[in-house]
């Protein structure tokens, strides 16, 4: 059976928004001794148990996670997802926003249940963050 990689993000989503940490620590392999995540805020790279630990800020949420895949090549038995993660949330003294992440996701697909092996999660800047610093200020095409 073929990798159901938009179904697969969904349940990462649906585990965020119903503020379940054993629900994403499902979709890790944090036991397979090649995991590693990195993501950018911290600038290096996480190991299985401070991962898990990370994966408590759940819990505290407050914003609502969805994704857009953008690509997934199937290896069989692991898979490369390529996808936008948005993550939409209401402040009551700043208002609304919403943080826009790279994810590219290694998926070991055999076993089981899929399960992330590694990932890497980087910010997207916004369309006028990109013009600022001399992106591509939403059109496909760099600045200049």
């Known amino acids: 059976m073929a990798f159901d990689a938009q179904g697969f993000i969904?349940?990462?989503a649906k585990a965020y928004n119903d503020r379940n940490p054993d629900g994403m620590r499902d979709l890790f392999a944090l036991s397979d001794p090649r995991f590693a995540v990195f993501e950018d805020f911290t600038a290096e790279l996480i190991d299985a148990e401070a991962y898990s630990a990370m994966l408590e800020a759940a819990f505290d949420a407050?914003?609502?996670?969805?994704?857009e895949l953008?690509?997934?090549?199937?290896?069989?038995?692991?898979a490369v997802l390529h996808a936008l993660q948005r993550v939409r949330f209401e402040d009551?003294?700043?208002g609304g926003g919403e943080a826009r992440i790279r994810a590219t996701l290694w998926v070991r697909?055999?076993?089981?249940?899929?399960?992330?092996?590694?990932g890497h999660?980087?910010?997207v800047p916004s369309?006028?963050?990109?013009?600022?610093?001399?992106?591509c200020c939403g059109s496909g095409h760099p600045e200049g």
Do not use: H, K, N, Q
């Open 10 to 12: 969904d349940r990462f």
């Open 62 to 67: 407050t914003g609502e996670m969805t994704f």
């Open 70 to 78: 953008l690509r997934c090549d199937d290896f069989g038995g692991a």
């Open 92 to 94: 009551a003294e700043e």
């Open 109 to 118: 697909t055999d076993g089981d249940a899929p399960r992330i092996v590694s």
């Open 121 to 123: 999660f980087s910010a």
């Open 127 to 135: 369309e006028e963050e990109g013009c600022a610093m001399g992106g």
